[in-house]
Nanobody, 123 residues
Framework: QVQLVESGGGLVQAGGSLRLSCAAS????????MGWFRQAPGKEREFVSA????????YYTDSVKGRFTISRDNAKNTVYLQMNSLKPEDTAVYYC????????????????WGQGTQVTVSS
């Protein structure tokens, strides 16, 4: 079992920044690739970003490229999502998730999920 706890969400004006953190406990964190997903009201959960367990491969959905940065610190069992130049359309509940699979864009391949943290961007 891996337990994931997100933090860092909040209310921010458009153009602002937030840094989400996801702290992991349980099984060896470094064995897992980590992903961030988000779900806006009335919409399906969507992929945002992912990072392999070594950090050698990183992926972003097109809408956040150049604005969001994913990183991980295996010594701290934590993955981060730095979000800059936030837009109202980034408003959603953000979830981190862990997987041992390589299909990092697909939420169905993730084994463990956090409870989510709300990000609200006002215009």
């Amino acid at each position: 079992q891996v337990q994931l706890v997100e933090s860092g969400g909040g209310l921010v004006q458009a153009g602002g920044s937030l840094r989400l953190s996801c702290a992991a406990s349980g099984r060896t964190f470094s064995n897992y690739a980590m992903g961030w997903f988000r779900q806006a009201p009335g919409k399906e959960r969507e992929f945002v970003s992912a990072i392999t367990w070594t950090g050698d491969r990183i992926y972003y959905t097109d809408s956040v490229k150049g604005r969001f940065t994913i990183s991980r610190d295996n010594a701290k069992n934590t993955v981060y999502l730095q979000m800059n130049s936030l837009k109202p359309e980034d408003t959603a509940v953000y979830y981190c998730a862990a997987t041992t699979e390589s299909r990092l864009y697909d939420s169905s391949w993730y084994d463990y999920w956090g409870q989510g943290t709300q990000v609200t961007v006002s215009s």
